[in-house]
């Protein structure tokens, strides 16, 4: 009886480990990650410009090609002169079906995150959140379907 009530766990545990957050409709920016203050609240596709972080603290973060056969989008974290001062990193991506999925890359050199996208162009951003507060988005940019079939 407690393997069964343990499996059951498990299996839930795994379930909300890997799901993504999905939502559609209107956005209160003070609780997204991918959105900051005086943003809009409704997602949009078209990319805006992104923050400049100072010097001493730049990190990188890369935008793989989505997935040609399951149109996923996958970041990764490539570091930086600042990455010992990020707290941490929301990842957003709005699908072209209006759909939003969020989460936080590790700022540790080389995590992954990989979100669910779809077979249209969706649109990508990261916000890095620095030790002392200071936020930035420095990936804002579209992140189109490639069919390799050609169809």
């Not at 009886?1 to 795994?14: C, D, E, N, P, R």
């Not at 957050?21 to 990650?33: E, H, I, V």
């Not at 997935?67 to 707290?87: E, L, P, R, W």
């Not at 507060?133 to 579209?142: A, F, L, T």
Request: include cysteine.
């Amino acid at each position: 009886m407690k393997i069964h009530y343990l499996a059951i766990v498990l299996v839930l545990g795994v379930a909300l480990l890997t799901s993504g957050c999905t939502y559609t409709g209107k956005l209160d920016p003070s609780g997204f990650p991918g959105l900051g203050p005086g943003e809009e609240t409704t997602p949009s596709l078209q990319p805006s410009p992104t923050d400049r972080m100072p010097t001493e603290q730049e990190v990188q973060i890369q935008v793989n090609q989505k997935d040609s056969s399951y149109a996923t989008v996958t970041t990764i974290f490539a570091g930086g002169k600042g990455q010992n001062m990020v707290k941490d990193i929301a990842v957003t991506l709005i699908c072209s079906d209006g759909s939003v999925r969020s989460g936080y890359l590790e700022p540790k050199k080389l995590s992954e995150l990989t979100l669910q996208g779809t077979r249209g162009t969706d649109r990508i951003t990261a916000r890095v959140t620095l030790l002392d507060g200071k936020s930035y988005k420095i990936v804002d940019q579209e992140v189109p379907f490639k069919n390799l079939a050609g169809h």
